[in-house]
């Protein structure tokens, strides 16, 4: 059975940085695509970036092009999510899933199958 843990949310001022985790574990998975999305309170899920698995190539979201960067290690099963120049708008609790589809996802949410627990991330302003 795979699972995802996410670790690394917390709070921090604006403008500050944080640097999110995700640790994908279980045997014999295939996995295209590795994505975080997040949610704030009173709104929808909404697709942050991803991954593509095999060649580690990410694409993001507009809202967060240039202050985000996703990378990962597939040996260590591990993406990560580095978040610089936070704003209090990107306040949410965070969500690693992963797809076994075999082709990109393009951040639809529904096409990802498993789902981590998530993480809070807070920016003060």
């Known amino acids: 059975q795979v699972q995802l843990v996410e670790s690394g949310g917390g709070l921090v001022q604006y403008g500050g940085s944080l640097r999110l985790t995700c640790l994908v574990s279980g045997r014999d998975f295939k996995s295209y695509e590795i994505g975080w999305f997040r949610q704030a309170p009173g709104k929808e899920r909404e697709f942050v970036g991803a991954?593509?698995?095999?060649?580690?190539?990410?694409y993001y979201a507009s809202a967060v092009n240039g202050r985000f960067t996703i990378s990962g290690d597939n040996a260590k099963n591990t993406v990560f999510l580095q978040m610089n120049g936070l704003k209090p708008e990107d306040t949410a609790v965070y969500y690693c899933?992963?797809?076994?589809?075999?082709?990109?996802?393009?951040?639809?949410?529904?096409?990802?199958?498993?789902w981590g627990q998530g993480t809070q991330v807070t920016v003060s302003s």
């Open positions: 899933a992963m797809c076994f589809c075999t082709a990109q996802t393009m951040g639809v949410e529904t096409e990802f199958d498993v």
């Open positions: 991954i593509i698995w095999k060649d580690l190539l990410p």
